[in-house]
């Protein structure tokens, strides 16, 4: 709904909700922040309205996390190899769950709806089928539960936390800037 929904007896102006969405997952919140992990403008925004669903303590303790300095921060300031690639597999991890919902997403909205978006315009379906494909949320193919842009928002998410990878050459740089000064 464009405009929002009245609830009579309730509130005169429209409310917007959300539908439902793994970005209320209270704990990928707590790994974003706690990484280091920042998102561009219009994920971020997105992910922090997200926040509005959660229970208010989660809300709070995401919001303490947000406050204090990263844990990549600390393990650059370390210069630890061995911190380093503990850092480095949980960056690793989170980027494979978000890759593993990627695929998810996929495999069981975006193919199914775009399946189903493709009979109801070829005209070939059967009567079982095109009564199935009717009931189909085929709006799904490009947009998530919780209307986003479903497949570039998780793409743009998955590669948001790569960033906060540590390479070498970064230590290496970072290194050579401390030693310079």
Request: charged share 25%; aromatic share 6%; with cysteine.
């Amino acid at each position: 709904m464009a405009e929002g929904l009245v609830y009579e007896g309730v509130q005169a102006e429209p409310l917007e909700f959300s539908g439902g969405s793994a970005a209320q997952s209270s704990l990928l919140h707590c790994f974003d922040e706690l990484l280091g992990v920042k998102h561009e403008e219009k994920s971020g925004a997105f992910l922090t309205r997200i926040r509005d669903y959660m229970p208010p303590s989660h809300k709070c303790f995401i919001e303490d996390i947000s406050c204090m300095p990263s844990l990549r921060d600390f393990v650059l300031k370390r210069r630890d190899e061995s911190l380093t690639e503990a850092f480095e597999r949980c960056v690793d991890r989170l980027v494979a769950l978000r890759s593993y919902h990627l695929n998810i997403v996929s495999r069981f909205i975006s193919i199914p709806a775009a399946h189903a978006k493709k009979l109801c315009a070829g005209g070939s379906a059967s009567l079982e089928e095109h009564n199935t494909v009717g009931k189909a949320p085929i709006s799904l193919e490009e947009r998530g539960t919780a209307g986003s842009g479903i497949m570039s928002f998780l793409k743009v998410v998955r590669d948001q936390t790569k960033g906060v990878l540590i390479s070498s050459c970064t230590i290496e740089k970072q290194t050579f800037l401390d030693s310079s000064i």
